[in-house]
């Protein structure tokens, strides 16, 4: 299994971006999707998450209220929709899977993704 990220890049403090990331290649019985964070000389931290069976969502709460994750079973990506960013929201931004039942802690998560640069200026 690969997952790709993509829509990141540099907005202004108060937009938007919409992070999506795609799974590919053989399947595994993965079931749940999440996005984590790492700014510069910081540990990386858990963003939002979702189930992919019935869509149960988690938050940090750096950024409930501003972030929405939803999923396309479909097409087995993942969608990470951010607004009013701040700068405090710059970071690479990842997206894992696993089977956790802990969805918040990256170290339960299988796969991970190379990562996307999300940069909001002031």
């Known amino acids: 299994v690969q997952l790709q990220a993509s829509g990141g890049g540099l907005v202004q403090t108060g937009g938007s971006l919409r992070l999506s990331c795609a799974a590919s290649?053989?399947?595994?019985?993965?079931?749940?999707m999440g996005w984590f964070r790492q700014a510069p000389e910081k540990e990386r931290e858990f963003v939002a998450g979702?189930?992919?069976?019935?869509?149960?969502?988690y938050y940090a709460d750096s950024v409930k209220g501003r972030f929405s994750i939803s999923r396309d079973n479909a097409k087995n990506t993942v969608y990470l929709q951010m607004n009013s960013l701040n700068t405090e929201d710059t970071a690479v931004y990842y997206c894992?899977?696993?089977?956790?039942?802990?969805?918040?802690?990256?170290?339960?998560?299988?796969?991970w993704g190379q990562g996307t640069q999300v940069t909001v200026s002031s």
């Open positions: 979702i189930r992919w069976t019935d869509g149960t969502t």
């Open positions: 894992a899977a696993g089977t956790t039942l802990a969805p918040r802690i990256g170290g339960t998560y299988r796969i």
């Open positions: 290649g053989r399947t595994f019985s993965s079931t749940v």
